[in-house]
């Protein structure tokens, strides 16, 4: 064993192992762009409240991680305002009750106006009916004075034989006559009653009743005729009722909203998300327009390092890279995502951690860690925790590319 450690060969292969250890290990460093001055970063979501109240005891405290969506009330009015809200149920009570009012009493005529044509009905059968009989009977008297002129007739025949044959008197013969005139004019009276109750029946099929000292419509169709006039009306009405029945159930919708969004505040609660920073404890009291907590966003970290002038030109928008959280031994991917110079404007996000301002000659490059995997809620997400930044080949060879006669 001696021997071979003693030996040449040994020693030399011993010698160029450790050497091509230490290429290995400082390869990355010497051949790619490497930073080590980078922390892990998420943007802040800033909720306020528009309430005044208290803030529920469910609020969640700083450092909490949010594993799923959840809505959560997180502010309750001590006395909200609803004396518009109380005006205007009231209105809409009312407005319920006239127009279900006025459908009773549409409902009250129908049935009102149903009775009265049956009613009718029944008046101009019995009518018809009685100018029926008056009609035959005045038939029957007009054939009985039909019969009596004919007797009367013959009477004043059989009178003037007798009166020129000298067995009647002067007197007798002008009774006879007198008594045949009689007759015609009983007959004409009887077919001007025919002709009477004719009409009459047929203007009572007609509905108009032309009999003595009544009207020429019965009681029920006057009636009916007003109920029509009471309906018509309340039909109006009740449009004009329904509609501002309508636009009172809507304002009270709208009012009823705005009367849930001021008695209390509901926030959706995202997942993975982080309570940075609660501003106000549970059960206090807090303002309107104040600010309750900031909510840091697991799913899109981000890491900023600060790269020299001369290594930008070749970094673009999209490049590849590698992450390694300080003390771990996983690299993670990530892709360039933003550049800006050290005379940009201040970024105005919220961010839950610092980002140091490049010097004049320095640039920052923002990079997204690929997969949007949220971070260990335990551990904050791992936020402000210093990474490494190690950017892929294409830099590289972007670089190599970029020297005098390999330039395309």
């Known amino acids: ?64 991680y949010i594993t799923h969506d959840r809505r959560l009330e997180l ?19 009312v407005a319920d009750s006239t127009v279900a009012l006025m459908e009773a009493q549409l409902s009250e005529i129908s049935a009102a106006d149903r009775k009265l044509r049956v009613r009718s009905d029944v008046y101009r059968t019995a009518t018809l009916a009685s100018l029926s009989s008056r009609t035959e009977a005045a038939e029957a008297e007009a054939a009985a004075c039909d019969a009596a002129r004919h007797e009367q007739m013959d009477r004043l025949d059989r009178t003037r034989r007798l009166a020129a044959s000298g067995y009647a008197t002067h007197a007798a013969l002008r009774s006879a006559e007198d008594g045949l005139r009689a ?4 007959c004409k009276a009887a077919a001007a009653a025919i002709d ?27 009636e009916r005729d007003r109920l029509m006039l009471r309906r018509q009306d309340l039909e109006i009405q009740l449009v004009r009722a329904r509609a501002a029945q309508a636009q009172l159930g809507g304002q009270l919708a709208q009012e009823r909203t705005r009367y849930a969004r001021a008695a209390r505040f509901d926030a959706l609660l995202p997942a993975d998300h982080l309570v940075w920073n609660a501003q106000a404890s549970p059960g206090a009291q807090v303002g309107e ?5 900031d909510l840091a966003d697991c799913r899109d970290r981000f890491v900023v390092v600060l790269m020299p002038a001369r290594k930008i030109e070749r970094m673009r928008v999209g ?13 993670a991917s990530g892709h360039v995502r933003r550049i800006t110079g050290g005379a940009a404007r201040e970024d105005q996000r919220l961010l839950a951690a610092a980002i140091p301002a490049p010097g004049p000659r320095m640039f ?11 971070g260990d809620g335990r551990r904050s997400c791992d936020i402000g925790r210093p990474a490494e930044v190690r950017f892929d080949e ?14 395309s």
């Open 1 to 64: 064993m001696e021997r071979i450690i003693r030996s040449r060969p040994a020693r030399i292969i011993f010698a160029a192992a450790l050497v091509l250890f230490g290429v290995w290990g400082f390869w990355p460093y010497m051949f790619r762009d490497v930073a080590n001055s980078a922390y892990v970063n998420a943007e802040l979501t800033r909720i306020s409240t528009p309430v005044a109240g208290v803030l529920s005891p469910a609020a969640p405290r700083s450092g909490a």
């Open 75 to 93: 502010v309750a009015a001590r006395t909200p305002d609803r004396s518009r809200l109380d005006d205007l149920e009231q209105q809409s009570a």
């Open 183 to 186: 007759a015609e004019q009983t």
């Open 196 to 222: 009477g109750a004719r009409v009459t029946a047929g203007a009572a099929r007609g509905g108009v009743y032309l009999n003595d000292g009544a009207n020429s419509a019965s009681y029920e169709d006057q």
């Open 289 to 293: 327009g104040q600010v309750l907590m």
């Open 319 to 331: 490049d590849v890279a590698q992450v390694r959280l300080l003390g771990s031994g996983k690299w």
């Open 364 to 374: 920052s490059v923002e990079v997204g860690l690929d997969g949007h995997a949220a």
């Open 394 to 407: 294409t830099l590289l060879t972007r670089s190599f590319a970029m020297l005098p006669g390999r330039s």
